[in-house]
């Protein structure tokens, strides 16, 4: 006889189970399916991200340039007040030496007196203070404990000073460190995205560096331009000597240079000393706004953060160091948001 026995059923759990995994399976089938490939950066938006990370290195070079330039100023400072100090203790210790030796010549004699004590004892002042007392000192020797006195003075002011001279310097250390930090690692994420590139697009790139370098190592063309002042114009012909010179943040000469770098150096020689970075630079002289009035030799700041600067050339050109890749060289004064000029 046949067997009528019914089939077993699938438990209801089961095909719950498998019923939701075959829904994620379609729903991540279908996610795959319209979701788009990641797309490698193109060149031009490579260049894009790399000129801004050159931009932003700047903006911290100049700031690196100011804590240095802080830093260099403080250290002559000090090293001034450490010479004052050893030399005032110097004098200390020879009117102490001349006040004891008029003791020693007393106390062989069996009759030094209190006045002379009380040059050889540690607080004058309060000795001084005592108006009972003055009045057994002679005049010189009034006038010799007033020199101890203010000498004593003097050394502490400048031992103070010095002392917080030094907090200020050790705090400046640290600043320049960090920016020195926030630059190269806007340098290496830079380098991180030219390297991402393929050996064409990355050619490509570096031969329109070289045009741009090339085209402007051939004189401006400064017929019509109105000439600067004699030390502006010798300034922008020093600059003129170091075309084709390489952009190094921090550098101030005589073989590369920062953007800074190069306007301070240029004008150190024509004889005339400006502050190290360009938002000092920008403060230094008389600012001309308009662009029609300005002079061949004349700072010209850009962005709003005035963290770029250049000599105006003549015929809507500058002169300037652009940026780390580059060279000192001519470019369009519309390449780059002018501010305003600087007239020194």
């Given at each position: 006889m046949a067997s009528h026995r019914r089939p077993k059923q699938t438990s209801r759990a089961r095909v719950t189970v498998l019923t939701t995994a075959a829904a994620a399976a379609v729903v991540l089938s279908s996610q795959a399916a319209n979701a788009a490939p990641s797309e490698k950066p193109s060149k031009d938006e490579v260049k894009t991200k790399v000129d801004k990370l050159y931009e932003e290195a700047e903006q911290a070079t100049e700031k690196y340039n100011g804590a240095k330039e802080k830093q260099e100023k403080l250290q002559?400072?000090?090293?001034?007040?450490?010479?004052?100090?050893?030399?005032?203790?110097?004098?200390?210790?020879?009117?102490?030496?001349?006040?004891?030796?008029?003791?020693?010549?007393?106390?062989?004699?069996?009759?030094?007196?209190?006045?002379?004590q009380l040059f050889l004892s540690s607080d004058p002042d309060d000795y001084l203070d005592k108006a009972s007392t003055a009045d057994q000192l002679s005049a010189q020797q009034v006038e010799a404990l007033k020199k101890i006195q203010e000498k004593q003075r003097e050394l502490a002011q400048e031992r103070s000073e010095a002392s917080g001279k030094l907090t200020d310097l050790a705090s400046t250390r640290t600043e320049l460190g960090k920016k020195k930090k926030e630059v190269q690692a806007k340098l290496a994420e830079a380098q991180k995205l030219l390297n991402s590139l393929t050996a064409a697009e990355k050619a490509e790139l570096a031969a329109a560096d070289a045009r741009a370098s090339r085209s402007s190592t051939t004189r401006v063309d400064l017929s019509g331009a109105t000439a600067g002042s004699s030390r502006a114009m010798a300034a922008f012909q020093a600059a003129q000597s170091k075309i084709g010179s390489p952009y190094v943040y921090g550098a101030t000469g005589p073989s590369s240079f920062d953007c800074s770098g190069l306007t301070s150096w240029a004008y150190a020689q024509a004889g005339v000393g400006i502050p190290r970075t360009s938002q000092a630079q920008a403060n230094a002289g008389t600012r001309i706004y308009s662009q029609s009035d300005l002079q061949v030799g004349d700072l010209v700041i850009f962005y709003g953060d005035l963290h770029h600067v250049g000599f105006y050339a003549g015929n809507g050109q500058v002169l300037?160091?652009?940026?780390?890749?580059?060279?000192?060289?001519?470019?369009?004064?519309?390449?780059?948001?002018?501010?305003?000029?600087?007239?020194?």
């Open positions: 002559k400072e000090i090293s001034t007040i450490q010479d004052n100090v050893a030399r005032g203790q110097e004098e200390l210790n020879e009117l102490r030496d001349s006040i004891g030796m008029a003791a020693a010549a007393q106390y062989r004699t069996g009759s030094i007196d209190s006045s002379l300037h160091a652009p940026r780390t890749g580059t060279v000192v060289r001519y470019e369009s004064i519309n390449n780059m948001p002018f501010q305003f000029g600087v007239r020194i």
